[in-house]
């Protein structure tokens, strides 16, 4: 717990984040995943009393921590739902709408209080129940999931987002165990399952996170975010994220490559301009940043971190409507 009473998240890359963001004292901001507002405050700090804040979470209990925000700081809306509706809530501040951003952040997984709190069945490491929603409005929970999926299906899930190799394997003993009621349960069936070569709770870490992600959409969710982030942007605003696994960092890289290099056209098509780039990379972030040693040091969660940052130079065009375009220019 830390002195407000709320269990404490470390915010990772700090102050590299505020850097990307370039921040605009009078300017408004959008924290896409407020957590527990490490973040949120760090920005806060660099705001003049003019300066917004919008921070969104899909968690109950984060979207709680930063209502509390709000109602001591004028300058926060608190929001609860989803980053890929961000657009949604440009339009609902108390005093009207809050207009196009100057930054929107994303820091995107889970945060130590969801990870920690083993009712909320995130951690391999702690029994609990098999629950794993961020949001729990939404209907299926991973123990729905795990007790009645194809082995097919559990197995694509395992192999796609936790990159295990024996998912297969792991996908039938599943099967095989039903029903599964708590993570301790899938923690034994996965060590049983996977051949002995490597510690097992490598394995373990692999399935929780391929169930988590599935259960939350959370690929689809960062897909969808970025284009309404980059979207809801005004020109010069920024886009800064952070992400944690391979996964996330590559669908991150390749949507900042598609706005700053431009929509790749096919080549036999007579283009009569090159499209201009809809962003640019920031010099001091380049192609991503690490965490230091220090950082890494006093906050292990933070070593797989790698946070990218673009800046809008004008909308993004659709590669697809562009290349449709183009083709009936040149019938
Ligand atoms: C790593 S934590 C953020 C921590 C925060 N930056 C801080 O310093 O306290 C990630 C947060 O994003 C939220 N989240 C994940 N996916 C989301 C989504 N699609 N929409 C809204 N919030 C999301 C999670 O509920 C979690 O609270």
Redesign the pocket.
Known sequence: MDRDGETA?A?VMLEEMVMALAVDRDGFYVD????????SRGLLAELSSAGRLLA????VD?YESARRLAKADSRIRARH????LLRDYLGDGDDGALGAPSGVMF?????SP?LDEAGRGFSFSAPGPLDMR?DRRDALTAGAWLNDAKVEDLAAVIRRYGEERHARRVARAIVAARPLKTTTDLTEVVTRAVPGSRPATTACARVFQAVRIHI?D?LG?LDR?LDAGFDALKTGGRLAVLTFHGLEHRLVRRRFRHWVEGPKLPRRLPVRHDPEPAARRIDAVGKGLRPCAVEIGRNPRARSALLQAVEKLRPAENALALASQTKGAAA
């Not at 820091?107 to 945060?111: A, I, K, L, T």
Request: proline share 3%; net charge negative; hydrophobic share 25%.
């Open positions: 998240h915010p896409a995943t407020f957590g527990r507002g490490g973040h969104i979470d899909r968690d984060a739902g989803r980053f890929s820091d995107v997984g889970m945060s969801q961020m939350n959370e969710e975010g």
